[in-house]
């Protein structure tokens, strides 16, 4: 609950190895299936240079992270070497005050450093509604290339089980 007066802090910083169990914890809570081990596979590609994380604190708690990939695997972007901003997640209770904006805003200065345009894909289903609409207003503009999973494009008559795997890309120049 908000009262006059009350200030909300929202830190981004790089992440460091200590918070690999505490943000595999965080998600776990919630009822998803983050593994610690995905985080400490995250921070030894960031130590490789491969990857770079974020970390979102909302008041001092872990409330989120978002990931920079500078090769992509997905093949639009792969030819146009393009890095791309993956893996982004905020933790429900801290959805809706401002830190997904922060994160993706705070990635973009990131990538700015080593190149002009990024690319990010979303999910189809419900559950991403918010995501597509923080990037169209973040100025993210779809490829063009329609629906893929796995590198794979859909033509019109293709048909396709429905799952977290369908994704649309948008890229974003500076």
């Known amino acids: 609950m908000n009262f006059k007066g ?4 929202i830190n981004i910083r790089k992440m460091k190895l200590d918070d690999v169990k505490q943000i ?3 998600f776990t809570q919630q009822g998803w299936n983050k593994p610690i081990e995905l985080y400490r596979n995250y921070y030894e590609e960031q130590e490789l240079g491969k990857r770079y ?3 979102a604190e909302y008041n001092n708690e872990f409330a989120g992270y978002i990931t920079i990939i500078w090769e992509s695997s997905y093949i639009i972007f792969q030819e146009r070497n393009l890095p791309e ?3 982004f997640n905020v933790l429900k209770k801290f959805q809706r005050k ?3 904006r922060k994160l993706i805003l705070s990635a973009e200065k990131i990538v700015k450093r080593k190149s002009q345009e990024v690319g990010i894909r ?3 289903l419900e559950g991403y509604g918010q995501a597509q609409r923080l990037y169209v ?3 993210y503009i779809p490829d063009g290339k329609g629906i893929s999973k796995d590198n794979y494009f859909f033509d019109y008559f293709d048909k396709t089980e429905v799952d977290d795997d369908l994704v649309i890309g948008f890229t974003k120049v500076f």
């Open 85 to 87: 901003i993956v893996d």
């Open 122 to 124: 979303v999910g189809l």
């Open 53 to 55: 994380i974020l970390v």
């Open 24 to 26: 595999s914890i965080a």
């Open 6 to 9: 009350d200030v909300q802090v």
């Open 98 to 100: 401002g830190i997904g």
């Open 137 to 139: 207003q973040l100025g």
